[in-house]
């Protein structure tokens, strides 16, 4: 193939790549293929399955034992498919907070850290509680909710009101 700035012929090789791209300063693709350009020095990688990928890269972050730097941060929050106010508005911050966080300039505080991996280890499909109801959470005065239970089918369940 040849290179899109310079059109010289790339080298096809493997190589530990690090992978840049993600916004994360330590995660390297083992062995992957890299065309490079012997005239410009440009690269591109071939990463197959990049979601998958992702949701790998998102579960590690998600489970570490330190607290997550401002890449991370970022990192799980873009593969939540968030925007920067989509962030603020399910965390209960401004999206100057949040920029603050993403910058490094300012300390996620635990009970938003925790917030942020959770969504991020249940983003699953198969999971059916919306995040969206995080974004409402909050915004009215407490009121305890009205719950009616009943057994059905020998398990306790929410009975409509
Ligand atoms: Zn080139």
Redesign the pocket.
């Known amino acids: 193939m040849k290179?899109?700035?310079?059109?010289?012929r790339?080298k096809s090789g493997r190589e530990n790549y690090l992978y840049r791209e993600s916004g994360l300063p330590n995660v390297t693709l083992v062995g992957i293929e890299v065309n490079r350009?012997?005239?410009?020095?440009?690269h591109e990688a071939v990463i197959p399955k990049i979601e998958q990928l992702h949701r790998v890269i998102a579960m590690g972050i998600a489970k570490k034992v330190p607290r997550l730097s401002a890449s991370e941060i970022r990192f799980l929050r873009t593969y939540l498919g968030w925007s920067g106010a989509d962030f603020a508005a399910h965390m209960g911050v401004s999206p100057e907070t949040v920029s603050r966080w993403e910058h490094g300039s300012a300390r996620m505080g635990a009970a938003a850290e925790r917030l942020l991996r959770l969504a991020a280890l249940t983003r699953e499909p198969s999971s059916d509680y919306s995040l969206d109801v995080l974004k409402e959470v909050a915004q009215k005065k407490p009121a305890d909710r009205r719950l009616r239970m009943r057994v059905e089918r020998g398990a306790w369940r929410p009975a409509a009101a």
């Open positions: 290179c899109l700035q310079c059109g010289q790339m350009c012997p005239g410009c020095g440009e």
